[in-house]
């Protein structure tokens, strides 16, 4: 266990490092920019839009809550993003691991 | 996706793959919570449903997606093979060249004024010209014509009466003379040929400078210059003793054509003076500078000619002797005008009978 404690430790550090570089140098907002970008520019945007629309119009438009929301949007929006967004930023999380990773 | 450039071996790089996808479902969450923000509160503000109306208007301009037509339903070309009366003409013109065409038919755009006045003018030409329509060679001969010098006129009406270019200009442009300056006291009669005893100062300069022998057959002067093949020196010869009398200078020989060039413009300035002076004395200060200029070029040319009279009078001063100008004072420009002439045949005496002659 302890060996298991340690190897999951070590994880943890490591993905706390890597969490907190991306954040100290900038590059999880430059991620998060380009993931906006990509995704508006595919449409994924407009598709997740109507999808709130229906979701307002089941709901009703004065009781809707953010959580309503959340719990309708994320599930659908992950599935949805295209592949080729997808792909791009692995590669681009990767490719910064590589450079920072220890 | 280059995995050669991990550092961690082989188990290590599913966890760091784990991890790239573990960074990667965080930036997706992150901007799935942006748009249910972004939403919730559009909604709450009450501007999320403002893009839409009703159901109507939205199925009116809904995006039309079929061939041959643009997602709002129309035509690429439909207005290409249509015509439109025109309400000036009453003619039918093709819809992309109506706009153009109203340009010129009401006469109100940029160009339509510059082509009708040149429309105008070719006209005139063409109906002087067309009674010689089997010689090609007159038409060829880019002989004075009154509409020509019309347009001349109309185009050098606004330089200056006075300023000295003029010369310049009448030396460059063989086929537009300076007819601008004369304007009615040389009228030219052109069916009965031209009215020779008003040749003005500038016409006589052209002298110097163009051909000038008489086309049979339009009754007009040669506007070529000195070296046009259509005529000989002698028909210039003739001409100029025709126009000028017995003792009409020469004309300048091909192969001084070409030197001094840089007289014309002195000379100018002394054939004008001369012209102007009338048995007056005293001698203007055009006269002096002039005269001054044109002495400076003679003595400077000297070596050149192979012949050279002794006073210098020669065609130029024929020329400007027939407008009446010049008494017999004139002593200092007279001999200025020495340019290209070399057969000078002229003598003191014969100076002021030629004055005698016009007077």
Partial sequence: MVFINEKMNKESRLKATINQRLTE?????????????????????????AHCKEVIREKGLEHVTVEDLVVEITPKGRALVPDSVKKELLQRIRAFLAQHAA | MKMEDMPLSGPDNTKLEALVNDIYSEL?????????????????????????????????????????????????????????????????????????????????????????????ASNNNTSKSESDQED?????????????????????????????????????????????????????????????????????????????VISEHTKKMCTRSQRCPQHTDEQRMAVRVFLLGPSAPVLPEADSVAGPESFDIPDGQALMSRLQWEDSPEISPSDSASSKASTNHSDSRRPKKKKRPPLGLNSGGGIGSLSGGGGSGGSQTNISLSTKKKKPKLTAPSISSIYDDLN
């Avoid at chain 2, 185009?155 to 009615?184: I, Y």
Wanted: net charge positive; proline share 3%.
């Fill in chain 1, 25 to 49: 140098l900038g590059e999880r907002e430059r991620l998060k920019e380009l993931l906006r970008a990509k995704l508006t520019e595919c449409g994924w945007k407009d598709q997740m839009k």
């Fill in chain 2, 28 to 120: 997706v969450e992150d901007a799935c919570l942006g748009l249910c923000f972004e939403v919730h509160r559009a909604v709450k503000q009450g501007y999320f449903f403002l893009d839409e109306t009703d159901q109507e208007s939205m199925k009116e301009f809904e995006i039309v997606d079929q061939p041959g037509v643009d997602i709002f339903g129309q035509v690429y070309n439909q207005w290409k093979n249509k015509e439109c009366e025109c309400p000036n003409c009453k003619r039918l013109i093709a819809a992309s060249r109506f706009a153009p065409h109203l340009e010129k038919c009401l006469g109100m755009g940029r160009n339509s004024s510059r082509i009708a006045n040149r429309r105008l």
């Fill in chain 2, 136 to 212: 090609n060679d007159d038409l060829n001969d880019n002989d004075w014509s009154y509409g020509a010098e019309k347009r001349a006129k109309k185009r050098k009406s606004d330089k200056s009466q006075n300023s000295p270019r003029r010369s310049k200009t009448l030396k460059h442009k063989n086929g537009e003379l300076g007819s601008s300056m004369s304007a009615d006291p040389y009228k030219y009669n052109y069916n009965a040929g031209i009215n020779y005893e008003m040749l003005g100062p500038d016409e006589v300069r052209s002298f110097l400078t163009t051909c000038g």
